[in-house]
């Protein structure tokens, strides 16, 4: 009888009556390395088996059996962080721990299903969990299982396979023009009245505004350039790279918020020399009163404060820059130089996020066709 051969494998039924199968996969050292497939019958067995022989002849490392959902996301979350946002990687360590270790840590990584996936996103949302921190939970295991495909741990991203929950987009809340005149009517005169009156006038998101340095500025060509954002995290505070490629931008500022600049940095100076000694340079353009960076809190009760002097509900500090876009796209402005303007990825993620403005627009649109069509009369 022929001998098989070295990567051929074997099966046979152990003492206990479960089957078992062997197969030799390669050298380690100058010594063989042979990989054991377990299951309740020898067909079982035999097909793990034939699945390692043909991931073995493509290339693909047979699966380890043992290794675990939570045992491959404590290895993979170390080695994804270099690239990811301090902040971003943070959010990724807590919803693994807090969501998806609990429930499917102990499943073998090869045995993970569509359906276990689907269970866990539909018991989060039935815990009450917004439908949009459910889709961030399938995001992040998404990502995960890629890497987990790409290293020959699973064939395919079962993650991928699930349908994320539906998610309702917040209405945006915009200002028209006489309400985004009176708000800048009441902070007329405030020391943060600058920060408000840019974040209105050009869209800059939080951190963005708040990292603005003097150098990234040019009051004679009246432009601003967007090069960092200011992160917050575990009582440290960095200057970091912008959201995107495309938050890297140089924005054209109005000609009132020049003037608006202008009178900001005087009563910087100003408050530099009252501060005297406990005035920390950071060179930012937006400051406590001793020059240290400003935190949300502090910028969002003042923009409440603000809001109730004019007659306006509370906002966000983030709804100054959808005001921002609603009134350049109701004033005719091109999307794509909206898009430009606010460091949108894409056009169409700034028609998507603004469209309660394109019925005004299409109805301006008609009445220009009209115009147009209307035989002289």
Known sequence: MARRGPHEGSIYERGDGRWAAVLHVGYRNGRRVRKAFYGATRAEVATKLVQAHRDLLTGVAPSNERLTLAAFLEGWLPDVAPTLRPRTHTRYVELVNRHVI??????????LT???VQALLNAKLTE????????????????????AVRWGNVPRNVAALVDPPRVIRREVHALSPSEARALLDVVR????????????????????????????????????????????MKGRVELVEPKTARSRRTIALPDLIVAVLRAHHTRQ????????????????????????????SDVLRRLHRHCAAAGLAPMRFHDLRHACASLLLAQGVHPRVV???????????????????LPAL????????????TPPG
């Open 189 to 232: 005169g405030d020391r943060l009245e600058a920060l408000y009156a840019v974040a209105l006038a050009v869209g800059l998101r939080e951190g963005e505004a708040f990292a603005l340095r003097w150098e990234d500025i040019d009051l004679d060509a009246g432009t601003v350039t967007i090069r960092h954002a200011l992160l917050r």
């Open 339 to 357: 898009m430009e303007t606010l460091g949108h990825s894409t056009i169409g993620l700034t028609m998507d996020v603004y469209s309660h403005v």
């Open 128 to 147: 009450g969990l917004a439908p949009a921190t459910v889709v961030y939970i399938r995001a992040v295991l998404r990502r995960a299982l890629t890497y």
């Open 102 to 111: 609990p429930t499917l840590g102990r499943t073998p990584l090869a045995r």
């Open 362 to 373: 299409q109805r301006e649109a008609a009445e220009r066709m009209d115009t147009v069509l």
């Open 269 to 296: 100076l100003e408050e530099r020399l009252a501060a005297g000694p406990l005035w920390e340079d950071w060179r930012l353009v937006f400051t406590t009163i001793v020059g240290t960076p400003l935190h949300r």
């Open 114 to 116: 569509p359906q276990q």
